[in-house]
């Protein structure tokens, strides 16, 4: 294991947010619970709340109304979440909770996939989003925007997009220069390096990671 990356907490951040999300892939149902955590930073009583009327799409971004203790906030939310939110949600009325869970249940999730050497909760997750976030902005930009998300939406869908990876698809493994790197520094800090084992546990084909490696290193083989 390369004790160097243990201290480079952004980048050790970013990896434990990034293999909760992909190994919760395993299940939908799941797998939306912890996007709705990292994309919204909604918390385990307002994902308990939240109901198929509660999403609202605008032309460009979506958002999602979340509720706890009697007062409710406006967050932006990514698409392949509102999507996967409102499929989960087919067979529930408009104001029927679509999960159907306790405090416990969600916390349960978060700690399944979290990662050997950092297990979360799901407020710890959330705090550890909110973090990636302020890395992005200034501290202070940061807690202006979230003061008036509910009253400007679509500024602070702006920063998110900015800011939360998320949004940009980074974190689902959309551009294969993004996975190298992922799986270097799974096999650096996890300490596998069984490519089949690593594609089971993020739900990727074992043909594009082999091919990603084979590249990489055929590449630094002819610089």
Known sequence: MDNSLFKNHYLLREF???????????????????RLILSSLAT???????????????????????YSRGKYRISP???????????????????????NLSKKEIDDIVL?????????????????????IQDGLFFEEYNEIMKKA???????FAAFEDSNPIYSGVWDFEDDEYLREFIEYYMA???????????????????????????????????
Not at 16 to 34: E, G, M, P, T
Not at 44 to 66: A, H
Not at 77 to 99: A, M, Q, V, W
Not at 201 to 223: A, F, G, S, V
């Open 189 to 223: 800090i996890i300490g596998e390096e069984d490519i089949q084992q690593i594609a089971d546990r993020i739900h990727e084909p074992i043909e594009r990671l082999k091919r990603i490696m084979i590249d990489q290193y055929w590449t630094e083989d002819n610089d």
């Open 44 to 66: 385990p009583e307002e994902i308990i709340n939240l109901t198929k009327k509660d999403l609202k799409e605008f032309r460009g971004f979506q958002t999602v109304r979340l």
């Open 150 to 156: 509910s009253k400007d939406p679509k500024r602070i």
């Open 16 to 34: 434990y947010l990034n293999y909760i999300l992909a190994s919760s892939r395993k299940s939908d149902f799941d797998h939306c619970v912890i």
């Open 112 to 132: 399944r996939y979290s990662p050997p050497f950092r297990k979360l909760s799901a407020m710890k997750l959330r705090d550890e989003v909110i973090s990636i």
């Open 77 to 99: 939310i990514d698409r392949k979440t509102f999507e996967l939110i409102l499929r989960l949600g087919e067979n529930r009325s408009s104001g029927e909770p679509i999960f």
